[in-house]
């Protein structure tokens, strides 16, 4: 560090110079695609670390030109005015259908679905499991925070057992609603996605942990390796009716219960 | 005894249900519709129906699952709306060919694209041949009248289709009004058990539903639907002269109001008639134009020769569209203006607040205002108009 320490009274007094690009150099900002503006999530909501995630990663990775979005329906619905990339909305459930036809017609763009749970693991399913099975080449952030959210709180297919929601007042009973949904684990009997994995937002080693894999499943596109999928364990305060810390505690301590942390499947590194 | 309570658009159709009872919901969240849902699942949690309800993964297996409940002897009912009633299209039509009575509270709200989650009857109008009956709802209290009368109407051995009880989303649907609700027993006694006669359970006579029919006996299938379709308007009207027996409130399947002198007489269906019936009330007032609101409640089946008889005295007519037949204009209009084919004066089309943008009192006004001066000037061009566009 040349000239820390500098302007906070407690360092040496120094008579180095120094250059203007040097007291400029900026450590931390916003990324550029990251619009300066305020979003609609909830205080606490994951989506706002994930937008910025993606914003990091895509300049980064320099491709912020190349990259279009698909936008759900629900929560992240309007991703596009927050994140400054070209985005196409789809209708419910159908993002990886629109990826698909967006990537066929512009293999050398980056072309990746950004989706919560509803849309990606209930309506969409099918549309989830066939893009996979084809192994698109294109990648697939998947939020899943156990709720639909935008609804107003309804159970989702990776509710957890026992879970409280407008739809099951009472608590997710197996019996009638079946178990929660592991997508990961799902398209892991599939032959084709190179990269399956499970993390989430809620520390910040965790922020860096989900960073590194985003930044890998968009490498595994570029490459042309293949269809990948990061699924994020993302707090949803609002409607889990929990304080964020309640909510970022809970995903540690319960959430990765019944979705366990990890790399499912990472095909890159074997080969 | 009848109680007087406020609730929403989508609290009083939750409430019918409640009062319904059915034997099977199952359903998937879509703004606005959603509440009603949550309301009703409450009620099943609370223990006060005994419904099996079932939170499915999309509407299209939504209608599916009451589908096949109706067919097995349930009775079935569902909600939904916009691009929800949109995925169910598929199954809408099979659940009127097979002859479910299903009833189903659609929440009115436009058609993607661009997303939207607001008011117009593009998803309902869009359904209109789907061989569903429609009653649409111009407040909370019709909402709750029109869920339990829908199922005397869809299970009557006559009809046995099913039918769309349409209310305005968030204009309705989210609006807190005060609701006259019938006691249960009066409801129970009024909508009475469901029996199918050929239902998929019965082992004694083993039931086929929807199977292969190709040039050797589809045709005749329509021919029962359509027949069927006959039958409901005498239907629907005895319901709702009992209901109105029953509980004060009687219902038709068109509503006149202030129609018997008047010169300028605008049509329409929906929540908007409430204020076009305020426009009414203030335009006679203040500037002594004879005007009249034609409501239509039942929009199918089609109540032409009755809309025609409502309106032959007018000297101009304006029908209101929220919603647009692409290369036509209002679907309203256009089959209006055929139940009236071969004279019977000029008519006016207005399409007006599509995708939520309000219908004022001011702009409901101009409309009749509208129709006074192309009745006096004789100019009657263009016939499709648009109301508070920002152009
Ligand atoms: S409802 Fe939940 S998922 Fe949606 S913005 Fe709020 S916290 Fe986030």
Same mark, same amino acid.
């Given at each position: 560090?040349?000239?820390?320490?500098?302007?906070?009274?407690?360092?040496?007094?120094?008579?180095?110079?120094?250059?203007?690009?040097?007291?400029?150099?900026?450590?931390?900002?916003?990324?550029?695609?990251?619009?300066?503006?305020?979003?609609?999530?909830?205080?606490?909501?994951?989506?706002?670390?994930?937008?910025?995630?993606?914003?990091?990663?895509?300049?980064?990775?320099?491709?912020?030109?190349?990259?279009?979005?698909?936008?759900?329906?629900?929560?992240?619905?309007?991703?596009? #005015?927050?994140?400054?990339? #070209?985005?196409?909305?789809?209708?419910?459930?159908?993002?990886?259908?629109?990826?698909?036809?967006?990537?066929?017609?512009?293999?050398?763009?980056?072309?990746?679905?950004?989706?919560?749970?509803?849309?990606?693991?209930?309506?969409?399913?099918?549309?989830?499991?066939?893009?996979?099975?084809?192994?698109?080449?294109?990648?697939?952030?998947?939020?899943?925070?156990?709720?639909?959210?935008?609804?107003?709180?309804?159970?989702?297919?990776?509710?957890?057992?026992?879970?409280?929601?407008?739809?099951?007042?009472?608590?997710?009973?197996?019996?009638?609603?079946?178990?929660?949904?592991?997508?990961?684990?799902?398209?892991?009997?599939?032959?084709?996605?190179?990269?399956?994995?499970?993390?989430?937002?809620?520390?910040?080693?965790?922020?860096?942990?989900?960073?590194?894999?985003?930044?890998?499943?968009?490498?595994?596109?570029?490459?042309?390796?293949?269809?990948?999928?990061?699924?994020?364990?993302?707090?949803?305060?609002?409607?889990?009716?929990?304080?964020?810390?309640?909510?970022?505690?809970?995903?540690?301590?319960?959430?990765?219960?019944?979705?366990?942390?990890?790399?499912?499947? #990472?095909?890159? #590194?074997?080969? | 005894?009848?109680?007087?309570?406020?609730?929403?658009?989508?609290?009083?159709?939750?409430?019918?249900?409640? $009062?319904?009872?059915?034997?099977?919901?199952?359903?998937?969240?879509?703004?606005? $519709?959603?509440?009603?849902?949550?309301?009703?699942?409450?009620?099943?949690?609370?223990?006060?129906?005994?419904?099996?309800?079932?939170?499915?993964?999309?509407?299209?297996?939504?209608?599916?699952?009451?589908?096949?409940?109706?067919?097995?002897?349930? /009775?079935?009912?569902?909600?939904?709306?916009?691009?929800?009633?949109?995925?169910?299209?598929?199954?809408?039509?099979?659940?009127?060919?097979?002859?479910?009575?299903?009833?189903?509270?659609?929440?009115?709200?436009?058609?993607?694209?661009?997303?939207?989650?607001?008011?117009?009857?593009?998803?309902?109008?869009?359904?209109?041949?789907?061989?569903?009956?429609?009653?649409?709802?111009?407040?909370?209290?019709?909402?709750?009248?029109?869920?339990?009368?829908?199922?005397?109407?869809?299970?009557?051995?006559?009809?046995?289709?099913?039918?769309?009880?349409?209310?305005?989303?968030?204009?309705?649907?989210?609006?807190?009004?005060?609701?006259?609700?019938?006691?249960?027993?009066?409801?129970?006694?009024?909508?009475?058990?469901?029996?199918?006669?050929?239902?998929?359970?019965?082992?004694?006579?083993?039931?086929?539903?929807?199977?292969?029919?190709?040039?050797?006996?589809?045709?005749?299938?329509?021919?029962?639907?359509?027949?069927?379709? $006959?039958?409901?308007?005498?239907?629907?009207?005895?319901?709702?002269?009992?209901?109105?027996?029953?509980?004060?409130?009687?219902?038709? /399947?068109?509503?006149?109001?202030?129609?018997?002198?008047?010169?300028?007489?605008?049509?329409?269906?929906?929540?908007?008639?409430?204020?076009?019936?305020?426009?009414?009330?203030?335009?006679?007032?203040?500037?002594?134009?004879?005007?009249?609101?034609?409501?239509?409640?039942?929009?199918?089946?089609?109540?032409?020769?009755?809309?025609?008889?409502?309106?032959?005295?007018?000297?101009?007519?304006?029908?209101?569209? /929220?919603?647009?037949?692409?290369?036509?204009?209002?679907?309203?209009?256009?089959?209006? /203006?055929?139940?009236?084919?071969?004279?019977?004066?000029?008519?006016?089309?207005?399409?007006?607040?599509?995708?939520?943008?309000?219908?004022?009192?001011?702009?409901?006004?101009?409309?009749?205002?509208?129709?006074?001066?192309?009745?006096?000037?004789?100019?009657?061009?263009?016939?499709?108009?648009?109301?508070?566009?920002?152009?």
């Amino acid at each position: 560090m040349r000239s820390g320490n500098a302007g906070n009274g407690m360092g040496k007094k120094t008579t180095t110079k120094r250059t203007e690009s040097e007291v400029k150099r900026v450590l931390y900002e916003r990324p550029r695609a990251l619009l300066d503006v305020h979003t609609h999530y909830c205080a606490g909501c994951g989506h706002g670390t994930m937008h910025r995630l993606l914003a990091e990663v895509l300049e980064e990775l320099g491709v912020l030109e190349q990259a279009i979005g698909v936008a759900p329906v629900g929560c992240a619905v309007l991703a596009y #005015d927050y994140v400054d990339i #070209d985005w196409t909305e789809a209708a419910h459930g159908r993002a990886p259908a629109v990826a698909t036809g967006l990537k066929r017609v512009h293999p050398d763009k980056v072309v990746f679905t950004y989706q919560g749970d509803g849309d990606l693991a209930s309506i969409g399913m099918a549309e989830t499991i066939h893009a996979a099975n084809r192994g698109e080449n294109i990648t697939v952030i998947f939020i899943n925070n156990a709720i639909y959210g935008m609804t107003q709180g309804q159970m989702a297919p990776t509710t957890l057992i026992g879970q409280k929601t407008k739809t099951t007042p009472r608590g997710r009973d197996p019996e009638t609603t079946g178990y929660p949904l592991k997508v990961c684990e799902l398209l892991d009997q599939l032959v084709a996605p190179v990269l399956l994995a499970r993390t989430t937002v809620v520390t910040p080693k965790h922020v860096r942990q989900t960073k590194a894999l985003l930044k890998k499943a968009f490498q595994c596109q570029m490459e042309n390796v293949g269809y990948s999928l990061i699924e994020v364990l993302s707090p949803c305060p609002t409607y889990w009716h929990m304080t964020p810390m309640e909510a970022y505690h809970f995903i540690e301590q319960t959430v990765t219960d019944s979705f366990p942390l990890g790399v499912i499947r #990472d095909v890159k #590194d074997r080969a | 005894m009848a109680e007087r309570m406020a609730l929403t658009g989508n609290d009083s159709a939750a409430y019918a249900f409640k $009062q319904i009872n059915p034997d099977v919901v199952a359903a998937y969240p879509i703004t606005p $519709q959603t509440e009603l849902m949550h309301k009703f699942a409450a009620y099943v949690a609370d223990g006060e129906v005994k419904t099996e309800f079932v939170p499915v993964e999309s509407e299209h297996s939504a209608m599916s699952a009451v589908i096949a409940a109706s067919l097995a002897g349930a /009775r079935a009912c569902t909600a939904t709306s916009a691009n929800g009633l949109a995925l169910m299209w598929e199954m809408l039509y099979i659940a009127a060919s097979c002859r479910c009575p299903i009833v189903m509270p659609v929440i009115n709200r436009a058609l993607s694209a661009p997303i939207n989650i607001h008011c117009d009857h593009s998803d309902t109008m869009g359904a209109r041949d789907t061989g569903w009956i429609q009653l649409y709802s111009e407040n909370c209290q019709e909402a709750y009248d029109n869920a339990l009368q829908a199922v005397r109407i869809a299970e009557h051995p006559d009809v046995m289709l099913p039918v769309m009880v349409c209310l305005d989303g968030f204009i309705l649907s989210h609006t807190l009004e005060g609701l006259e609700a019938n006691d249960d027993e009066t409801v129970r006694n009024f909508i009475g058990e469901y029996e199918r006669s050929d239902n998929l359970l019965d082992v004694e006579r083993p039931q086929t539903f929807g199977a292969f029919a190709l040039q050797n006996y589809y045709f005749e299938f329509k021919k029962q639907q359509a027949d069927a379709m $006959q039958e409901a308007p005498a239907v629907i009207d005895e319901v709702g002269k009992e209901y109105g027996e029953l509980t004060g409130r009687s219902y038709g /399947r068109l509503d006149p109001y202030r129609c018997d002198d008047a010169d300028v007489i605008v049509v329409g269906l929906g929540s908007s008639m409430g204020t076009a019936k305020q426009a009414v009330d203030d335009l006679r007032d203040e500037a002594g134009l004879k005007c009249g609101v034609l409501k239509i409640r039942c929009f199918r089946p089609f109540p032409g020769d009755l809309i025609r008889q409502a309106l032959q005295n007018a000297a101009i007519v304006g029908v209101m569209d /929220r919603a647009v037949s692409f290369g036509l204009g209002g679907p309203l209009f256009h089959e209006i /203006r055929s139940a009236r084919y071969g004279g019977d004066g000029p008519m006016l089309n207005f399409i007006y607040g599509l995708g939520g943008r309000d219908l004022s009192l001011d702009l409901a006004k101009d409309v009749f205002r509208n129709l006074a001066e192309a009745k006096d000037s004789g100019q009657v061009e263009p016939v499709v108009r648009y109301v508070g566009l920002r152009e």
